[in-house]
């Protein structure tokens, strides 16, 4: 069963950087995609930034200039860099694991069940 599961959530005041990680077990197998995507209470879960195994990144339109993703090369592994935190990222950021890329080229937001598998989310608060 292939599991992502995340860690480096938490709570940090707003300009503050956090870095999240993302280990995918059960998959031997190199998975292609792989990203970060985030849900506010009362919100719709939203693409955050997502990496391809070749090497493609993509990110949503809050993370760009802010947030850096990277993956481990050869490993089912991947971070979020997160800088200049706002009060409006505070939300649950879920892991995404996504073998044949369905989810990578869906668009930004969630659109519903793919071939894909997701974590079961971190917190991420931005207060003072």
């Known amino acids: 069963q292939v599991q992502p599961v995340e860690s480096g959530g938490g709570l940090v005041q707003p300009g503050g950087s956090l870095t999240l990680s993302c280990a995918v077990s059960?998959?031997?197998?190199?998975?292609?995609?792989m990203g970060w995507w985030r849900q506010a209470p009362e919100k719709q879960r939203e693409l955050v930034a997502a990496?391809?195994?070749?090497?493609?990144?993509k990110y949503g339109g809050t993370a760009k200039g802010r947030f850096t993703i990277s993956r481990d090369k050869g490993k089912n592994v991947v971070y979020l860099q997160m800088n200049s935190l706002k009060p409006e990222d505070t939300a649950v950021y879920y892991c995404?694991?996504?073998?044949?890329?369905?989810?990578?080229?869906?668009?930004?937001?969630?659109?519903?069940?793919?071939?894909?598998?997701w974590g079961q989310g971190t917190q991420v608060t931005v207060s003072s």
């Open positions: 995404n694991a996504d073998p044949m890329g369905e989810r990578y080229y869906s668009g930004s937001y969630y659109s519903g069940s793919l071939y894909d598998y």
């Open positions: 059960g998959s031997a197998a190199s998975i292609y995609a």
């Open positions: 990496a391809t195994s070749d090497g493609s990144t």
